[in-house]
């Protein structure tokens, strides 16, 4: 419901709640015109600066009736969850090395990363979504993403180009490697949902981008055979 508006000039404004009264607007939708004199109450005036505690708990999972226990949905949240904090560093780390590029392949690195970096984070909506749908709750927060990954930080600054490549080489497989593992345990416990979502996308997508990274460090000739 929107905020109950008073047209009375110079009526207290103790009635509309300490928050709406820190607010100009809110205080005009009140009536409050400041010289005494009324103004059209505005009905459409939001609520401001709304706060309450969570209402659903990090870790904890909603009954939804999917046909899994508690204990299945439980466990794929938990094993989503580090595949998708992990999966939001690695679209991280595309777009640090994306810009950070550089060197005479820099055009082709550069669009070929942000690529990556585009279906990275579709995989990362996916995931997220998949964690929503089964009653848990996805880690959103980068702060929180940061705790839960265990995908090394890079420097701050650049890497040799190679280096970069082989950060990025090294995420994925660290993303894989887990990928494997929770879609066998998930199919165990009975979600085959989650199992295929790890399946079908997290790892043939990871597998795809993998390929296409380490043929980037393969130390080849480029005009005359040796
Ligand atoms: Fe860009």
Known sequence: MPPRTSSAAGKSSASSGPRSARTPLAAASRGDKGNGRARRPVPSQPWLHQRAGE???????????????????????????????????????????????????????????DKHASEQLQLVDLVAERVQTLGGVAVGDPRHVAEITSVPRPPNGAEEVPAMLSRLLEAHETILTDAHDAAARTAEMGDDGTSDLLVSDVIRTGELHAWFLAEHLVDTPLVRAQ
């Open 55 to 113: 209402v659903q708990q990090f870790g904890t999972v909603r009954q939804f009736p999917l046909g899994l226990s508690d204990d299945a949905r439980t466990y794929s949240c938990e094993r989503l969850n580090q595949v998708l904090a992990d999966s939001q560093i690695l679209y991280a780390l595309y777009k640090k090395h994306h810009w950070l590029m550089r060197g005479a392949t820099f055009c082709q690195l550069h669009l070929l990363l």
